[in-house]
């Protein structure tokens, strides 16, 4: 059982940058693979980016390609999303989840039902 808390949204302006944090509780946080998906009003939930396990890979959304980069600190349990250059297209609740499995081919982790955890979300909104 793992539990995660979201932290960092909060209002900003197209181009400029916002950073997510997920810190998750439990003591074998190293072994999940972690993701922050995000869902708009109106609209599915979508990943955004994920990481294995290790923190050696990470595959993104063809709309955070270049602008978004997610990392993890597994001594601090903790998962990040750096936002650079965001659209208001890019306003949505983001949420983090995570998986008690070592996914190495990401893609496989790309979609909601994959993950087993989830944390409460928080709210990014970007003005134009």
């Known amino acids: 059982q793992v539990q995660l808390v979201e932290s960092g949204g909060g209002l900003v302006q197209a181009g400029g940058s916002l950073r997510l944090s997920c810190a998750a509780s439990g003591r074998t946080f190293s072994s999940y693979t972690m993701g922050w998906f995000r869902q708009a009003p109106g609209k599915e939930r979508e990943l955004v980016a994920n990481?294995?396990?290790?923190?050696?890979?990470?595959y993104y959304a063809d709309s955070a390609k270049g602008r978004f980069t997610i990392s993890r600190d597994n001594a601090k349990s903790t998962v990040y999303l750096q936002m650079n250059r965001v659209k208001p297209d890019d306003t949505a609740v983001y949420y983090c989840?995570?998986?008690?499995?070592?996914?190495?081919?990401?893609?496989?982790?790309?979609?909601?039902?994959?993950?087993?955890?989830w944390g409460q979300g928080t709210q990014v909104t970007v003005s134009s």
């Open positions: 989840a995570a998986v008690n499995l070592p996914y190495t081919y990401l893609p496989d982790a790309s979609t909601g039902s994959r993950f087993d955890y």
């Open positions: 990481i294995r396990s290790d923190g050696a890979d990470t």
